[in-house]
């Protein structure tokens, strides 16, 4: 580990990273929580401390993204930030973006969506995005909200890829926290981050055309090749991680991340801050004999479908935690998608899901210590849950 | 003089065909332009082929403004500015309907852009529905006349207006029937820092049904009844309007085309004509024009 430490809030981290990843163009939109990354940014450029800059008060997060359409086409590094209903305004922009290969990196501060309304963490608004083709990465806690942003950097601008990316931290409860981060250094992140140099820019010199109509004969395989990049981001996520270490002597683990999940009986699935609880609630667990352990997901989109299926083969029940909903199937993303990767395989171990977290709720460990009681039962007895609320409320319905 | 190349899927006397001509020899090479979806970009980009001879962005269909402030913003923040002109093109739609939000913003900022809009007052791409700048009483796909309509029931918007009062340094309505005068319109836009704006009358000969011969007649007979008033606002002043010596009757201009026809035959027609009369004889007097 490199580096000396200093308490800052996790927008400040964040903000911080996005300077020193040296973006050439800036637009945003303020809505709670994002505001003090981009507050932090303004005031950057405010003193001069970002060169090559230009920073765009746009009247819309519409208008914020597809500013970053044109400058990215030119050949800038773009950032964003937005969260929640900035996010969903955002939604048809984000299909273009990936379309035209634009590998924009913008920061989610993931927030509840309306209504009602609501404005504190759950994922409903990352989630709900998954198939606009942005890269999807999650972090657990500020210094890896940072360094992702370093990392999405070099993963998106691969030649090979060519892909959006979202960098998700969880609104206030990473956004707002003050935390002893290592900010990144400028040298060297100079080193691991290579500047933006695309093939195909908008130049007067060689006249190029961009976003060009594409009927039945030739749309599939835009699709196709948009998948392709997504396929080769798979390995480069990892490498991107892997790098970051040798350079920074930091690492998060790369799509996925374990924690004593070696000889886990019960192996919880989870993304982004509630990571760390689950961490502590593990400790305590295995003191009493409980052989339980986590899988981190980093990265969503690619879904690290090959990873995931080598980590959980020796489990007896995997347990996936989810601060989203897909409504009408009454299951969480994660769930969704951790079912879906061991089907076809040889790997029979039961799923089940828990909802938690929504709107803002607090996640106490007893919460996630019932959850590990539940998981032991499906293990003596079969399953009887498929996904219902960890967190419901009785008394208000 | 063609800039748009040959072989683009535009109808015989199209007019976005011809806007996209004068504003392409206007601006010269040195240029980026964005378009916003609509006829223009359909007809000039089937993949592979475009017609664009200069580099050239289509993203959305009411983001052609925004995507223009991020073009110009990149060509300054990495020293590519130089003397490129970012210039945006669209329809009347993604102009001041679903493109209004975007617009508004790049011109409040004071952005280094020109944004022409070539207005054929409907959503013809789609199939002539009815926009924010479809003529009183014209009869389009969603603006029917029938027994309890003469068609459209509202005045088209003023966006020319609008655009001056962000405090644009220059904004001109001009039309396509006038290619000399709209192509040094343009040239001034474009050498004008800040936001500029070019609102220029283009005839669509499917959605306004006339002779594909008769485009630039058509246009011609807007300006020469007064219902398309042609003048320059620089600072927030008119600076320079178009006389019109003697303005026809407006029924010169509505008769000749088939969605004003149902005027002509409908009971109350006469009225009908009269308040379209009205909104002339106003241009004649707000804008100076006899």
Redesign the interface.
Known sequence: MTGKMTVVEGSYAVAHAVKICRP??I?AYPITPQTHIVEDLSQFMADGEIP???Y?????E??AI???????????R?YSSTTSQGLELMH??LF?VSG?RLPIVMTVANRAVSAPINIWNDHQDSISQRDTGWMQLYAEDPQEAADMTAQAYRVAEDKDIMLPAMVCMDGFILSHVYEPVILLEQELTDEYLPGFEPEHI???A??????????PS?YTEFRYLQQKGMDAALEKIENAADDFNKIFGRYYGGLIDTYEAEDAEILLFAMGSVVGTIKDVIDRARTEGVKVGLVKVRAFRPFPVEAIRKVVKDASVIVTLDKNISLGLNEGALCTEVKSCLYNTDINIPVIGFLLGHGGRDIPRRNIRMIIDKAKQVIRSGVTIESEYADLRGELI | MSRLAPGHRGCAGCCDAMAANFVLEAIGDDAIVINPTGCLEVMTTPYPESAWEVPWIHSLFENAAAVATGVEAALRALGRKGDTKVVAMGGDGGTLDIGMQAISGAFERGDDITYVCIDNEAYMNTGVQRSGATPFNASTTTSPPGSQSFGNPRPKKNMPAIMAAHGSPYVATTSISYPKEMMRKVKKAVGIEGPTYIHAHAPCTTGWRFDTSKTVEIGKLAVETALWPMYEQEEGEITKVRKVKQPKPVEDYLKAQGRFKHLFTMEGGDEAIAKIQAIADWNIKHYGLE
Do not use: Y
């Open positions: 050439n163009v637009s090559n800059c230009e765009i008060n746009v009247e819309s519409f208008s597809s500013t970053l359409v044109g400058a990215s086409a030119v050949g800038a773009t048809e922009v273009n035209m908008l130049d007067p060689k006249p190029k055309t961009f976003g060009a109509f594409a009927d030739t």
